[in-house]
């Protein structure tokens, strides 16, 4: 009945991957300081692989939790696998989330999607737009 | 524990505990009943009762139970607008910064075609007398106005505002949840009409509160029934609470001065020290202040983070921002007194009591600033106002 | 002294006591709070939603914590009264022998142009589902009858009511004050949409009480500020008071039936040994009847008098006059059930609780024949009925 | 702070000049049943004295009372002074009765003043009818 989960907690506490990957092949940055939310995401992309990844936030303890838990979920994966990551696999990640944060793994979800897009945009990769909607569709932002 | 979050709720006293557990072991009587354990419960009553208008200069007639500070605000301003509407009146004054007890209903009471202006706080938080008297219409049925500020402790002028609504015959009425056993009260001499004020603020039980209405000044029951409280708050009285709240509200009058002088020193140090932390700023008045209220705004981070990181070394400690109500607007309180967004996300309330020590001061003085530090360095917001990217606020 | 008054309030369970008390030092954070104190409040008020919702077969989800009985009563109807009004339904349906925390805000509702229809109760103070039937119309927004009456005791059939309630779609509110932890209750089965209750009728502290309702039978804040309790009451939760409350109704649910089994015999044998005093009346169902409720009409004398020498003798109880809440009307219900105002006057309520034994219900039938005869020999009313003046009525 | 002063309880619990006087010479009764309170009072006048006073009382403990103190008032004075006899004076002699019960003592001072009148009415004194208001007066009697 804590507020959050203890996975919540542990990867809020000691959230894995945080930093900034210097010359990180793709950047993905959403939320705005209005929201109260700001996720960074540095990929560093080898083979089509994760072969890195590292988190930057501004936001709240399930912020971070989503972030740390999100680079978890796709470091060493795919890219297409790590672009199929909904926030729903990361909220179930960490055990759920309260109804008025969902939205912070709604956020980490976009982070990476941003991130790869950027990937791709830097690798002149061609992608169906529709598939990267931007930060708007954040339930966050709209109140 | 390093409990700072007073101006959430206090921690009973045991004089308190010790007449609620009295009353309900042995004056558990409805105090409607004739026999001699109803009347018993009768005189705990109505003896509680005079206690407490003793504490803020009443008459025990004009003290009304009710079942906390929100209750006695909404029945304050439901009573006062009725009564105005009576009279053709529907204009009502606030200000910005008001308790969501006191501002939602005045949102109710906008619907049903009451025009409501709320003053302008300014950057400090506080309102004068003098804008209050230049607000006041001839439709103007009600002035509502806090004593203090719950979360960034600003102490208003209600006494000056008092003697313009007496002057000018409006009725006055103060939400003084967070000054009532913290600073003097005096209804007569501060010419106030109505007063609302909760006992869990000043080390009594939750769950109770009282609505002072001056003599002359009708109050409309919220909840309908039997006719207990002289027919204007229906519900068997909630006796031991009752006697729990006069206990914990005499204690804190007895102590307020030496009280408000020990914990003011602890605040001063407490603000002295964060205001060390770069880009941060004190909010709320810095003089006119709630002895135990610190308040912060620390560029870069968010409250939440803050508090979580405090709470694991042991600081209980809240953040203008009402991240776990569900609400993800940061605090109305901060924007009125035009904090951005931005910055108002980044809160952190210390509130203070006679209990905290220079130990706990130290050990917040310790924490805060490694942990703001700890956050900023993983905020892409504070790394892009350190880099030019973006401009600093504060 | 001999405590038979249980309908007005009933003395404190020692579980509900040290839950209070160990709340009170122990989980005494603001259940809004993020760190661990505040959380462990919440833990301790959602623990306790959860098993009050098991005792009357609710989800947790849909309990609200009130500061009592009338506040429930008074949100329960102001809610489907709103919710009917939205969809022009304006038609409520009750009983003309409720407690006045449902009469008078239905009083309210039909100021404010709602059409009320109290259904008589008959001499045994009781309606049926069919009348119920019979009353609903298409605009029909609510129906709020008792689970029992506080003051002669009847059970009424909430269960056949609900069902006719729910055939029909119409809102079905009832006030168990009088039932809760005394008889059963399973909101689905009985099909019952709203529900009242009251922590201090069943052995738990006063100032707190119950509002279910319904997954879907959407409530409207009748105390507006805060976003406690999802937003449907607002005000700092009275943790404390709701731990006592849980406590006492799951021991008094866990002990329903033997305590049951018990106080009805001992009702039954004051009944039996108050019907052979001339010229009274047992009022209410006979048969239908809360297990701890006794109440009789004596001709010739008034109440408050018989009151005042029973507690001579330590025997508390009650009348069905309203006499010392101000009023000089006699009980409205004794009059729904067709008293004459004469006889109603002159009526007692003993309501027992499993503390009390076969040497209560002895003193008892001991003092009440001897102060009714003290009495009727100093009444003129009385002497014109001996002398054949006057009819007797009983 | 207990319902009644304790000279109220005094004459509730030991009400003096409870009873009958069979062969009176003036008799009140006012109130009725329906309001909860009936008095009857019975005078015995000598030499324009009232040498004996007896009362009957069908009523709340206030009721009650006040039937007693009222009859203590005037036993033994002259008739013209029990007549003076005041609901306040009732009350303050009880020291004080509840706001919403001082209607009893309303209806002693009628009921004493009813006696007299029918004293009067056999004896073929007249009187000023407006001395005496009949019951329709007792606040008690208006809800
Ligand atoms: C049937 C009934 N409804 C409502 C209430 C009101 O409850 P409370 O006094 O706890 O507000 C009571 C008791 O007083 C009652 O008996
Ligand atoms: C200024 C102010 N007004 C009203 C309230 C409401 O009081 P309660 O929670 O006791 O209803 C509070 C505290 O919660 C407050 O700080």
Excluded at chain 1, 121 to 127: E, F, L, S, W
Excluded at chain 2, 150 to 176: M, Q
Excluded at chain 2, 291 to 318: H, K, M, Q, T, Y
Aim: with cysteine.
């Amino acid at each position: 009945m804590a507020l959050y989960s203890e996975t919540v907690m542990d990867h809020f506490r000691n959230p894995r991957n945080v930093g900034v990957i210097e010359d990180a092949d793709g950047v993905g940055e959403v939320g705005n300081a209005l929201c109260g939310d700001i996720m960074k995401i540095y990929l560093k992309i080898e083979d089509g692989i994760v072969s890195d990844v590292k988190f930057e936030t501004f936001g709240c303890g399930s912020a971070i939790a989503s972030s740390s838990m999100a680079t978890e979920l796709i470091k060493g994966k795919p890219l297409s696998e790590a672009l199929q990551l909904t926030n729903q696999a990361v909220t179930k990640a960490l055990d759920g989330l309260p109804a008025h944060k969902l939205h912070c793994s709604v956020l980490a979800e976009e982070a990476i999607r941003a991130a790869v897009k950027d990937y791709y945009d830097r690798q002149g990769i061609a992608y169906d737009p529709k598939d990267f909607p931007d930060c708007g569709s954040c339930e966050g932002c709209h109140g | 524990m390093i409990y700072a979050d007073n101006a959430a709720t206090t921690q009973m006293g045991e004089a308190a505990i010790n007449a609620m557990t009295a009353c309900m072991r042995d004056t558990w009587g409805n105090p409607s009943s004739l026999y001699g354990l109803g009347q018993r419960a009768k005189e705990a009553l109505e003896d509680a009762r005079e206690r407490i208008a003793t504490c803020i200069g009443a008459s025990p007639k004009e003290i009304t139970f009710t079942s906390g500070g929100s209750e006695a605000d909404n029945q304050a301003i439901r009573s006062a607008a009725l009564l105005g509407a009576r009279r053709g009146k529907r204009h009502i004054i606030s200000t910005a910064f008001e308790h969501h007890a006191i501002l939602h209903t005045l949102k109710r009471l906008e619907d049903e075609g009451f025009e409501v202006e709320l003053l302008p706080v300014g950057p400090l938080g506080t309102v004068t007398a003098h804008q209050v008297a230049e607000a006041i219409r001839e439709d103007t049925a009600l002035v509502t106005i806090m004593y203090a500020n719950n979360e960034i402790g600003s102490i208003l002028p209600v006494s000056e505002i008092g003697a313009v609504c007496r002057e000018r015959r409006v009725i006055f009425h103060t939400d003084a949840v967070q000054a009532a056993g913290h600073l003097p009260i005096d209804v007569r001499a501060q010419n106030i009409d109505l007063l609302s004020l909760s006992a869990h603020k000043f080390h009594g039980p939750k769950g109770i509160g009282v609505l002072y209405a001056r003599q002359g000044v009708p109050l409309t029951s919220l909840i309908e029934g039997g006719a207990q409280e002289r027919g204007k708050r229906a519900g068997t009285e909630n006796v031991s609470a009752v006697a729990g709240m006069a206990a914990a509200l005499e204690e804190s009058c007895a102590h307020m001065a030496e009280n408000a002088a020990k914990v003011s020193v602890l605040r001063d140090r407490l603000i002295a020290g964060l205001s060390q932390i770069p880009h941060s700023a004190l909010n709320g008045d810095p003089v006119n202040r709630l002895p135990g209220n610190v308040n912060f705004c620390f560029e870069g981070i968010e409250g939440e983070s803050l508090l979580l990181l405090l709470d694991d070394r042991g600081i209980c400690a809240s953040s203008g921002s009402a991240c776990t109500s569900g609400s993800l607007d940061p605090s109305h309180v901060l924007l009125a007194i035009g904090r951005p967004h931005e910055v108002a996300h980044g809160s952190l309330r210390l509130s203070l009591c006679e209990e905290n020590t220079e130990a706990d001061v130290d050990a917040i003085l310790k924490a805060v600033p490694e942990i703001v530090a700890y956050l900023r360095n993983m905020s892409p917001l504070w790394k892009d106002k350190v880099s030019g990217k973006k401009e600093f606020v504060l």
